[in-house]
């Protein structure tokens, strides 16, 4: 044990009155967490979503030492820097469409505030000052920064203590069959005057509980945007990057989004970056001889020159390793693996989509012991809400996921044989 003493953290999603000690992670290799204690864990959500190339992949960690050498950090008012814009160009390369306008941040909520920013700027920029709510998703999740929360979930979501403090926005559910695509299309067009943009999570709302929909239904959504004259947002914060299958999950529903929220996995988990991308008539409405109608933002650590080179790094593997066909061997495996606990009492669905697995159940009690049955096992793995899921590295073993189906396979059983109310 390192001694180092945790009296002073403030844990999140937390409560610290009764809140369990902390595993203390000395060091990280792969696809495992490895404790003070020298227990090694599989991490089964890849340190929440982020570590897509597995942990202290070499040409990641040979691209932030160069540049820890040689500049870690510069503003970015007034100066620009060869990370940042390779990075930039790169992306615009990559996103389908015309989205070609990257403006950092340094956190995916910020990056969705910003979006928002954009989004009700783009309006009053051209004289139109009506349009300042958003229409979003029941099941949805944004982040925690002010209004993030507010196109969040406002009754299921973790935010609902702030209903009265938050801006009231536009929900809906998310529309599946034909008479909920036409009461959404109904709602937005009640709505269309009011609201600068739709935010969508595409294909997985992953913290509002690893709900899912299909390409059809997203477009659905763009469609219904489009029509209505409103900018389409989408956050693919957590699904970026190969998670949902594709590099970028809005295309497997052949959509063109007029800003999208990318985060989590840009760096490979590496370090904290994220960024917000528009197409250029978004960003030519922020033109003008007027110096209020430039986009008034700019996050201290905004195109970190250190994490723009892990980011870098990071897109250089999956041009040079076969990580989306990695993620399609997952979620083979996936299927393969969970689809006979379908029977288990208590199990509601299994979802899964690219390197995503989760189990629905009706009760998720007892959870420290679920918690604890996991690490003893070997597995780090953080169930929430009614879902038990793994969101694994792309660079995991098949031997390292079948410890994890295994380990569910093994615990569930005997957790649905507890009551609610068992210790």
Same mark, same amino acid.
């Given at each position: 044990?390192?001694?180092?003493?945790?009296a002073h953290i403030w844990l999140p999603y937390t409560q610290m009155q009764n809140a369990a000690e902390p595993l203390r992670a000395s060091h990280t290799a792969g696809s495992r967490i490895i404790l003070d204690d020298g227990r090694e864990l599989i991490d089964a959500?890849?340190?929440?979503?982020t570590a897509c190339h597995g942990y202290n992949h070499p040409h990641i960690v040979m691209a932030m030492e160069k540049q820890l050498h040689a500049m870690p950090h510069v503003m970015f008012g007034g100066l620009v820097h060869e990370p940042a814009e390779?990075?930039?160009?790169?992306?615009?390369?990559?996103?389908?469409?015309?989205?070609?306008?990257v403006f950092f941040a340094d956190s995916g909520s910020v990056a969705v505030e910003v979006a928002m920013k954009m989004a009700v700027q783009f309006g009053?920029?051209?004289?139109?000052?009506?349009?300042?709510?958003?229409?979003?998703?029941?099941?949805?999740?944004?982040?925690?920064?002010?209004?993030?929360?507010?196109?969040?979930?406002?009754?299921?979501?973790?935010?609902?203590?702030?209903r009265g403090y938050l801006p009231e926005q536009v929900i809906a559910p998310i529309p599946r069959d034909e008479a909920s695509c036409a009461a959404f299309r109904q709602l937005l067009d009640e709505h269309r005057h009011e609201i600068a943009a739709v935010i969508v999570e595409p294909l997985v709302q992953c913290a509002g509980g690893m709900k899912m929909h299909d390409g059809a239904t997203l477009k659905v959504i763009a469609d219904a945007a489009k029509d209505a004259g409103v900018l389409l947002i989408c956050d693919e914060?957590?699904?970026?990057?190969?998670?949902?299958?594709?590099?970028?999950?809005?295309?497997?529903?052949?959509?063109?989004?007029?800003?999208?929220?990318?985060?989590?996995?840009?760096?490979?988990?590496a370090i904290n970056l994220a960024a917000t991308v528009a197409t250029a008539d978004v960003f030519d409405a922020f033109l003008s001889d007027q110096a209020e109608a430039a986009l008034m933002h700019g996050p201290t650590y905004m195109g970190s020159p250190l994490a723009c080179a892990a980011a870098n790094a990071s897109l250089d593997l999956f041009d040079s390793?076969?990580?989306?066909?990695?993620?399609?061997? %997952?979620? /083979?495996?996936?299927?393969? #693996? *969970?689809?006979? =606990?379908?029977? &288990?009492?208590?199990?509601?669905?299994?979802?899964?989509?690219?390197? %995503?697995? /989760?189990?629905?159940?009706? #009760? *998720?009690?007892? =959870?420290?012991? &679920?918690?604890?049955?996991?690490?003893?096992?070997?597995?780090?793995?953080?169930?929430?809400?009614?879902?038990?899921?793994?969101?694994?590295?792309?660079?995991?073993?098949?031997?390292?996921?079948?410890?994890?189906t295994g380990a569910i396979s093994d615990i569930l059983p005997r957790w649905a044989d507890r009551t609610p109310t068992a210790g």
């Open positions: 044990m390192s001694g180092v003493p945790t959500v890849a340190s929440w979503w390779k990075l930039a160009a790169r992306l615009a390369v990559m996103l389908p469409g015309p989205l070609n306008r009053l920029n051209q004289g139109d000052t009506g349009r300042t709510r958003f229409l979003s998703f029941r099941d949805g999740y944004h982040g925690d920064t002010l209004a993030a929360m507010s196109v969040t979930d406002p009754d299921e979501g973790m935010h609902s203590l702030f914060i957590a699904v970026n990057f190969g998670r949902a299958g594709t590099l970028f999950a809005h295309t497997q529903a052949g959509i063109a989004p007029d800003i999208i929220c990318l985060g989590k996995a840009l760096t490979g988990g390793e076969p990580r989306l066909q990695q993620v399609a061997t %997952i979620e /083979a495996q996936l299927k393969r #693996d *969970l689809a006979p =606990l379908t029977s &288990l009492p208590g199990v509601v669905d299994i979802r899964i989509k690219g390197a %995503i697995g /989760a189990i629905e159940v009706a #009760d *998720l009690h007892n =959870l420290d012991w &679920l918690k604890a049955q996991f690490v003893a096992a070997g597995i780090w793995l953080r169930p929430f809400g009614n879902v038990i899921y793994t969101m694994p590295p792309f660079t995991i073993t098949p031997d390292e996921l079948s410890a994890i």
